[in-house]
């Protein structure tokens, strides 16, 4: 009796110090009412994507306040090299082209191959030719101009440089159109034929609007009352691509202490897996995160909550790829937007603040993989405590929201909260609980689950894997701004 007293009281110091790191579990001197199961042993080597918008140039370029180029200085080959080492070290896994260089790489590209090659990610170029080629595609065939078979062995042609280099193995795909009207689809669903006849493993990138876009802006025509569901399921109508990306930003704010989210978030992702379900041939859903500021709204990263809410917000909502908006600042202004000069590079190539807020949200994401890429998403589960009409309003009749689940019985939380439910091949659920409020407000949150059945939970909080004990099936979780845990009872 007395070793067992023992250790039930190491059991409970085990939790007490598990707790300072920001998780706790019901413990006392009687113990858990359920004996935890065999311990799972997940072993999954698979990486999370993270993609970027505004890369590196192979030159730093000069801008005047109205964007216009006043000058610039090139890069010598050990700091272009470096530079993609930063990324690297950021947790990116797909680098693309500097802003000057987005869409025609010209010899950059071979050069940002090589480097991209040499620090272990991979690459997505631009390529002008190759793009004009392509949108020209459909016309030129149905004219008789060329054949499709002669329009294939064109873009082959353009292609060899860089899929016959010794480090084609680096190329992701290349840039071929950022947030297109519907009536570009037609035009871009047949280039995406030729393009894959010719490079059937290399990724035909484009960009879809959020669901903030106004109908002019989805269907490219004035007057038009276009919705973006029906923008969105033209898309996947024409497009046979193995994926489907878009940009929705959510950190508002004015001035040092303004602070907002924007409301549809998450019914963004909501409406993509929608339509991936739907459709049933299980695309990737690639999304892109805010990580400087712009325009009247959208404010800088101010903490790493900032950059780890979104990134787990995506996570837990089944995203298998995001893209970080921006790695390094666009001119001062584009001709259609005003941007700050606090990307994770600023203009000059220096590292800022949000440099190491995504770096430590990039990190979580991965930690989490190891677990995570042994599960399928499968939906998830809302705690509304304040929002009825924003964010979780909109999901009110998604069949994405599970509200009741065989394991996790109840979800309750003292501010706004949901949780991503994964299964793996056997049967067993995952769970990603996310503390949902504006990350800019610093609001801690306390998350308590019912796992009936079980005594057990392994728990992924902050990049770190704790066991912890249940008492009657019942874990809490103390998430401060910005965390989530990824939670897997047994």
């Known amino acids: 009796m007395r070793k067992r007293f ?9 939790l007490l110090l598990s707790a300072t790191g920001g998780f706790m579990a019901g413990c006392d001197k009687k113990g858990s009412d359920i004996e935890p199961g065999e311990l799972p042993v997940y072993n999954s080597d698979k990486k999370f994507e993270v993609g970027m918008w505004v890369g590196i140039s192979d030159k730093i370029v000069e801008y005047d306040d109205s964007g216009k ?16 080492q930063e990324i690297a070290d950021a947790g990116f896994t797909i680098a693309f082209p500097g802003y000057d260089v987005m869409l025609d790489g010209g010899a950059y590209n071979l050069k940002a191959l090589e480097a991209a090659h040499k620090v272990g990610i991979r690459q997505m170029l631009g390529d002008d030719q190759l793009r004009q080629l392509l949108f020209n595609a459909k016309t030129r065939v149905e004219a008789g101009v060329v054949t499709r078979k002669e329009c294939v062995d064109e873009v082959k042609d353009v292609l060899k440089k860089y899929t016959e280099s010794e480090y084609a193995s680096a190329l992701c795909g290349f840039m071929i159109k950022d947030e297109p009207g519907a009536d570009m689809f037609d035009m871009l669903s047949f280039a995406e034929g030729i393009f894959h006849e010719a490079a059937p493993e290399l ?9 903030i876009a106004d109908p002019y802006q989805l269907s490219g025509v004035a007057g038009s009352t276009v919705r973006y569901r029906d923008y969105l399921q033209r898309w996947f109508n024409k497009m046979q691509d193995s994926y489907v990306s878009y940009d929705h930003y959510p950190l508002y704010g004015s001035g040092i202490d303004g602070t907002s989210f924007e409301k549809s978030f998450l019914y963004n992702m909501d409406i993509m ?12 859903l690639w999304t892109f995160l805010q990580s400087i500021s712009f325009g009247a709204k959208n404010r800088e990263l101010r903490s790493k909550a900032d950059a780890s809410m979104q990134a787990l917000s995506a996570v837990a909502y089944g995203v298998d790829c995001i893209q970080w908006f921006c790695y390094t600042c666009p001119p001062p202004n584009d001709g259609a937007t005003q941007f700050g000069n606090d990307a994770l590079l600023n203009r000059n190539y220096e590292k800022t603040a949000a440099y190491d807020y995504v770096q430590a949200a ?15 998403w499968k939906g998830v589960m809302l705690s509304k405590v304040y929002d009825d009409v924003e964010n979780f309003g909109f999901l009110e009749d998604s069949p994405n929201v599970i509200t009741s689940d065989k394991t996790l019985t109840s979800f309750k939380s003292k501010e706004d909260a949901f949780a991503g439910v994964f299964e793996d091949k056997d049967g067993k659920r995952g769970y990603l609980a996310v503390n949902f409020t504006d990350p800019g407000k610093n609001i801690s949150n306390t998350v308590t689950m019912t796992l009936s059945g079980f005594g057990g939970a392994i728990v992924v909080k902050n990049g770190e894997t704790s066991t912890v004990r249940l008492k009657s099936g019942t874990l809490t979780l103390d998430l401060k701004a910005g965390e989530g845990a990824l939670v897997i009872p047994y």
């Open 69 to 84: 180029k006043t000058g610039e200085r090139p890069l010598t080959d050990a700091e272009f090299l470096a530079h993609y």
């Open 6 to 14: 023992t250790t039930i009281l190491l059991a409970c110091s085990m």
């Open 203 to 211: 990724m035909f990138y484009v960009n879809m609007f959020p669901v």
């Open 362 to 376: 990039n990190r979580e994401v991965q930690a989490l993989m190891p677990y995570l890429g042994n599960f399928d």
């Open 273 to 284: 897996q929608q339509l991936i379900a739907d459709e049933g041939k299980d695309r990737e």
